[in-house]
């Protein structure tokens, strides 16, 4: 019924920038919070950043200063703007977001939902 798919990840080199979309679509009545986790090969899934619905950010301490989390409510979409990349920042990047969804019988359904997740590989 709903639907995360994210875009943008890739190789770029070290101190090069991406720029990766998240769009969730489906039968939805509200996007609450959205956000942004990595996991990296052998490591647990970690905060990047999230985006309340009225803007409100919150960065984990390795994005703080160099990504940037926005979001355009009308396309329930966020972006995420990473600077200065470096090699810790390889890693599989999943899209979160809190969803309000209609069922199919009428029903008001509140999930949590993830992406299948993007690869940026940072490296030389």
């Known amino acids: 019924q709903v639907q995360l798919v994210e875009s943008g990840g890739g190789l770029v080199q070290p101190g090069g920038s991406l720029r990766l979309t998240c769009a969730a679509s489906?039968?939805?009545?509200?996007?609450?919070?959205m956000g942004w986790y990595r996991q990296a090969p052998g490591k647990e899934r970690r905060l990047v950043a999230t985006?309340?619905?009225?803007?409100?950010?919150n960065y984990g301490d390795s994005s703080k200063g160099r990504f940037t989390i926005s979001r355009d409510n009308a396309k329930n979409t966020i972006y995420l703007q990473m600077n200065s990349l470096n090699f810790e920042d390889t890693a599989l990047y999943y899209c979160n977001a809190d969803i309000l969804a209609l069922g199919f019988d009428g029903n008001y359904i509140a999930s949590k939902e993830w992406g299948q997740g993007t690869h940026v590989t940072v490296s030389s």
């Open positions: 489906g039968r939805i009545l509200r996007v609450d919070t």
């Open positions: 985006i309340t619905s009225d803007g409100s950010t």
